[in-house]
């Protein structure tokens, strides 16, 4: 990411207009994983990060940054650091639980298959590209295509749970979504 990414990103979460409370398929599905280390990607402000600490998960979570960093240190079983996802490489076989929220980097699918243990759980959600929507990221390499969870995930995963959806928001602007749960398969 450049640097005018970490700086926009930096005044956004500043400014105090991010979302806080903790991603509904992150709630629901977090405890089926069988261990306890978990990894947040592109945590922002921690609210998965910090209802996973919460569930008595040590949580590693990830964000480009420092504002977010520095917000999360202090928090008990919360391990912040700032990392750029075009460089960072995820360590391998370590996490009982991945989740990825909102964020779409379709390089580090790779590297979360190799980060996963064997049968560890990956939760993801984001937006999806759909002719409807009213609210979404600008830049379209950011939208997940239609089916693409399941093309990208079947192979090497055992997908738990897959939804596209459209939501609407309180304002009435409308995003087309997918969620997904999926196990790593053994080996």
Same mark, same amino acid.
């Given at each position: 990411m450049s640097i005018e990414d970490r700086e926009r990103w930096n005044r956004k979460y500043a400014s105090g207009v991010t979302p806080t409370k903790v !991603?509904? $398929? !992150?709630e629901d599905f977090a405890k089926l994983a069988t261990g306890d280390r978990a990894l =947040? #990607? &592109?945590?922002g402000m921690g609210r998965n990060a910090k209802f996973l600490a919460?569930?008595?998960?040590r949580v590693d &979570? #990830? =964000?480009i940054s +420092? !504002? $977010?960093i520095e917000s999360l240190k202090d928090i008990d079983n919360i391990y +912040?650091?700032?990392v750029d996802f075009d460089s960072y490489i995820l360590?391998?076989?370590s996490y009982d639980l991945i989740v990825c929220t909102y964020f779409l980097k379709r390089e580090l699918f790779p590297q979360i298959e190799k980060s996963l243990k064997e049968g560890g759980i990956f939760i993801f959600e984001t937006f999806m590209h759909h002719p409807n929507n009213t609210k979404i990221p600008s830049n379209r390499a950011f939208l997940l295509n239609e089916g693409e969870l399941k093309a990208t995930f079947d192979d090497s995963y055992e997908i738990l749970h897959l939804r596209e959806f459209m939501e609407e928001g309180v304002c009435g602007e409308?995003?087309?979504r997918a969620s997904m749960v999926a196990k790593k398969r053994r080996n």
């Open positions: !991603v509904k $398929v !992150v =947040d #990607l &592109a945590c919460s569930q008595g998960f &979570a #990830l =964000d +420092p !504002v $977010v +912040p650091k700032e360590p391998e076989n409308r995003s087309m």
